[in-house]
C-alpha cells in the first residue's frame, strides 16, 4: 500500500521562502517517478516539477524555473521542493505524487498524497 504524506507548508511573505517534504512508504519498486502538482483555487491542477528515481534527472516548469528546486533523499524516501522567491501566485495547495513513469498530467499518476497548503502574501 503506497502512500506519500506531504509537510512544509504554511503562509510567508513575498519573496520567502519554503520546503515542502513528501514522505514516501509502500512503493515495491526503487524506480519510480514523483511530481510536484499544484493547485489554487478556480484553476486546474499544474505539474510543478518531477524527478526520476533512478539516475536523479528532473524537469521543472517554465513558471518556477530558477526559483523552485526539486531533490529527493533515496535513503529516507523522501522528496523535497525547496521553494524561493515565492510570489502570491504561488499560492495554491501543493500536493505530490508517484507513479511508474514521469507522466506530465495529473491523471498518469496513480499515488498522491493530501496536499500541504502554501500561502504567499
Known amino acids: 500500500h503506497v502512500q506519500l504524506v506531504e509537510s512544509g507548508g504554511g503562509s510567508v511573505e513575498a519573496g520567502g521562502s519554503l520546503r515542502l517534504s513528501c514522505v514516501v512508504s509502500?512503493?515495491?519498486?526503487?524506480?519510480?517517478?514523483m511530481r510536484w502538482f499544484r493547485q489554487a483555487p478556480g484553476k486546474e491542477r499544474e505539474g510543478v516539477a518531477n524527478?526520476?528515481?533512478?539516475?536523479?534527472?528532473?524537469i521543472v516548469a517554465d513558471s518556477v524555473k530558477g526559483r523552485f528546486t526539486i531533490s529527493l533523499d533515496n535513503a529516507k524516501k523522501t522528496l523535497f521542493l525547496q521553494m524561493s522567491s515565492l510570489k502570491p501566485e504561488d499560492t495554491a495547495m501543493y500536493y505530490c505524487a508517484a507513479d511508474q513513469r514521469c507522466g506530465r498530467r495529473d491523471n498518469e499518476y496513480r499515488y498522491w498524497g493530501q496536499g500541504t497548503q502554501v500561502t504567499v502574501s
Open positions: 509502500g512503493y515495491s519498486s526503487d524506480e519510480y517517478c
Open positions: 524527478i526520476y528515481t533512478s539516475d536523479g534527472s528532473t
